[in-house]
């Protein structure tokens, strides 16, 4: 991860790089596409109609919160990646905003610092909204995405990108 002894800036992407229209993920209207795309997907993929759809996404909240990945995979045995392919492939234009000179920003910094991404988002999105954004190619390998168990949300992801990276945090910002 390191190049050239570098310091390195790690980026919280949602809130730091861009907001959502809406001011929050649940009130920008992408919460409610998520939520949509989950029950097709549910139906499809579990082939159950639609009220027993919702009962299977109400029995993940129950029991997994807001890790609708983690409960179908552990419940009914459903691939994470496959799920966050088809839940979260949408367009980020409609529901995020951000400074169009936020790549020009990002450019001089990465001069100096070595810039690393990290999200609770699957990788999907992040490209996606990267993309939109277009500081995709600023970050290139150095993004950590929330397919896996190593998230914010868990309390893990700083350290294993610390660990990973070799870096010695100089502060923490929760």
């Known amino acids: 991860m390191k190049e050239n002894n570098k310091k390195t800036i790690i980026f919280d992407m949602d809130g730091t790089l861009y907001k959502f229209k809406g001011d929050s993920f649940k009130s920008s209207g992408l919460y409610d596409v ?4 989950t029950l097709l997907y549910i139906s499809s993929k579990l082939e159950k109609s639609e009220i027993e759809a919702r009962e299977v996404l109400e029995l993940v909240f129950r029991k997994y919160w807001n890790s609708i990945s983690i409960g179908l995979e552990k419940e009914f045995k459903i691939d994470r990646n496959d799920y966050f392919d088809f839940a979260w492939n949408i367009e980020a234009k409609n529901y995020v905003q951000f400074d169009p000179r936020l790549g020009e920003y990002l450019s001089r910094l990465k001069n100096d610092f070595e810039l690393v991404l990290i999200s609770d988002a ?3 999105w ?3 909204v990267l993309e939109h954004i277009g500081v995709k190619e600023v ?3 150095n993004i950590y995405s929330g397919e896996g168990d190593t998230r914010k949300e868990f309390g893990n992801a700083f350290e294993a990108i610390c660990k990973k990276g070799g870096l010695s945090p100089v502060c923490v910002f929760l």
Request: without cysteine; glycine residues 0%; proline residues 8%.
């Open 126 to 128: 992040v490209r996606i």
């Open 34 to 37: 998520v939520i949509a795309n």
């Open 139 to 141: 970050f290139k390998d």
């Open 122 to 124: 699957p990788k999907i």
